[in-house]
């Protein structure tokens, strides 16, 4: 039998000097207020030299480096490294901005560093707040349930497993999928986002019971084809459960007519989902708010706060009309966790009972102070500013002779591609691809791309605060710059 030996110190993660500590935190907030402030100096995207990566792969410290080493290293070998979403000229993907307040909000709330899956604490009410900010921004009634999240992929999962739950006909979470009849269906176009398909996958369905759904020429779903198809399945024996609509598709920003699909899916009672995970924060905007109007008729809907609203990362939202059938899709008690009437496990902001994660952090504060930093008109003005600045880049496409836009401009996003005489498609996509990567090695913009009708576009995606007009002007001197040097090197 061993005996324990009682601790001789004990010890703990706090400074042994706060002063100390404190003094490097003034520092830490002086150097990001500098970096962020200066940030359009910089060049938008460096490669990482090999010395540099090679850093990235010693071993873990033993023994302490102490807090001003650690601090160092980051500012000397990450800091001058960063994506570059940060910068006006960052357009790739759909890749919010951020915040100086988001940052210190981030601060802040790693130091209250509460656990937001449920209990009796300020910091979940904080959450239930946002939440409640969301539905008013959205038009969701009150009545309805939502879940901050890591972002869209996760709120499309959510929303996806509630209408998995919800349509299924049978209880699924006791007999799992293989207690349907048949093959249990979910539509969407093909321009719906991967993360749908994974969110099918993840939920069992497999991804041959996702129907593709035709866009038209503007690229948003084909309502007759999606109708056809949903007639054929049940004729073949499957049970339609879900429809995806997307309010901004991920290439182009195209809105599907989310009238129609809330009118077609009341009819034939399956859930919808809306995917509006940058679009739907259109609704901000006075122009766009009818045609957004019936995202607030969705069943659910998974939008994100760090794209369209620049949120630091993460911080994406379900929200569903429906609180109690959210509840059960996810809602599981065990003794450990009960919940009681008195005392720190008390309180009715149980945010696990509507999600996977058990343990969460405190994303919501950073949502909060930035609502409360800009309110919600400034964040409505940010966004059609952004639709304006796509419009005044699709204007400058439109007027060189050498460029061409290959898709409709009905957001935020622009999709075009530069064009020299007597030039192949293929030709023409090798050109484009070099362009893009010469854009980034020369720190010039980020633009990432997409593939439009077999033909590879420049895409540009405006959720940036810091853009300015003449960052367009720029972007469409440099691809043009580039497009006639690689040509002339090719002639
Ligand atoms: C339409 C759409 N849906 C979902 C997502 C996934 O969101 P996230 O990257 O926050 O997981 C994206 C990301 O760009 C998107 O554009």
Redesign the pocket.
């Known amino acids: 039998m061993t005996t324990t030996q009682p601790l001789q110190t004990e010890e703990s993660l706090d400074p042994q000097d706060w002063d100390e500590l404190r003094g490097l935190g003034h520092r830490m907030v002086d150097d990001l207020m500098d970096y962020l402030r200066t940030v359009r100096n910089r060049p938008v995207w460096r490669p990482i030299p090999a010395e540099l990566r090679a850093r990235f792969h010693g071993p873990a410290p033993r023994t302490p480096e102490g807090a001003e080493k650690a601090y160092r290293d980051f500012k000397e070998h990450v800091l001058p490294h960063p994506m570059g979403n940060i910068h006006p000229r960052f357009w790739g993907?759909?890749?919010g901005t951020g915040t100086p307040l988001g940052a210190l909000s981030e601060m802040l709330a790693a130091g209250m560093n509460p656990n937001m899956g449920g209990g009796d604490h300020v910091p979940n009410h904080v959450e239930a707040q946002v939440l409640d900010w969301c539905k008013e921004m959205l038009g969701y009634p009150r009545s309805a349930s939502g879940l901050l999240l890591?972002?869209?992929?996760?709120?499309?999962l959510v929303g996806l497993t509630v209408a998995r739950n919800a349509r299924a006909g049978f209880d699924l979470r006791r007999a799992g999928v293989r207690g349907a009849g048949g093959p249990l269906t979910v539509y969407g176009s093909s321009e719906?986002?991967s993360?749908?398909q994974k969110g099918v996958e993840l939920l069992g369905l497999g991804s041959d019971a996702l129907r593709i759904v035709p866009v038209t020429s503007a690229f948003e779903i084909d309502i007759a084809a999606l109708e056809r198809m949903i007639r054929e399945d049940r004729a073949a024996g499957c049970r339609p459960i879900c429809v995806v609509g997307?309010a901004?598709?991920?290439n182009t920003g195209a809105l599907d007519d989310l009238e129609a699909l809330v009118a077609l899916c009341a009819r034939e009672r399956i859930w919808l989902h809306v995917?509006?995970?940058?679009?739907a924060l259109a609704a901000l905007v006075p122009e766009y708010r009818e045609r957004l109007a019936p995202i607030s008729s969705a069943d659910s809907l998974?939008f994100?706060l760090?794209?369209w609203m620049y949120i630091p990362f993460?911080a994406?939202c379900t929200l569903v009309r429906d609180a109690e059938t959210h509840r059960r899709a996810f809602s599981l008690t065990p003794n450990y966790l009960t919940h009681a009437e008195r005392g720190l496990a008390a309180g009715d902001l149980w945010f696990s009972d509507y999600g996977i994660q058990l343990s969460r952090g405190f994303r919501a504060l950073k949502v909060w102070m930035s609502f409360k930093e800009n309110g919600l008109d400034k964040y409505g003005r940010l966004v059609r500013q952004n639709i304006e600045q796509a419009r005044y880049l699709a204007e400058l496409v439109r007027d060189a002779p050498d460029l061409e836009l290959l898709a409709p401009v009905p957001l935020n996003i622009v999709c075009f591609r530069y064009v020299a005489p007597g030039q192949s498609d293929q030709a023409l996509d090798a050109v484009n691809q070099e362009i893009l990567i010469q854009l980034h090695e020369r720190g010039i913009a980020v633009t990432s791309n997409a593939l439009l009708q077999g033909r590879f576009a420049l895409r540009v995606a405006i959720v940036n605060h810091r853009s300015r007009l003449d960052d367009f002007d720029l972007l469409v001197r440099e691809v043009r710059k580039i497009g006639a040097e690689l040509s002339d090197l090719k002639a």
Do not use: L, P, R, Y
């Open positions: 993907w759909v890749i890591s972002g869209g992929s996760m709120a499309n719906m986002h993360s749908i997307n901004g598709t991920v995917d509006g995970a940058f679009g998974a994100d760090h794209k993460e994406g």
